[in-house]
């Protein structure tokens, strides 16, 4: 229950998603996030970019800490 958890923790402020497809599933079942979001390059082997790339990207995260 995604959307119950957000409402009770409203100080989270930041969901990031791992990869796209997760992205479109969220959205299909909830509809767009309620907060800010980052769609982070997946973390499969199957995705076609670097390491130092995927690095790079999901460094956004140091950020928000």
Known sequence: ???GLLTKHSS???ICF???AAKA???RWYGEPPCAFY???STSA???I???EKVKAWS???DLL
Do not use: E, K, Q, T
Request: aromatic share 8%; net charge neutral; glycine share 4%.
């Open 25 to 27: 599933l969220y959205n």
């Open 39 to 41: 769609c982070l390059p």
């Open 18 to 20: 791992n990869g796209s």
């Open 12 to 14: 989270i402020a930041n």
């Open 50 to 52: 670097s390491f130092a």
């Open 1 to 3: 229950d995604i959307p």
């Open 60 to 62: 956004v995260l140091l």
């Open 46 to 48: 199957a995705r076609a």
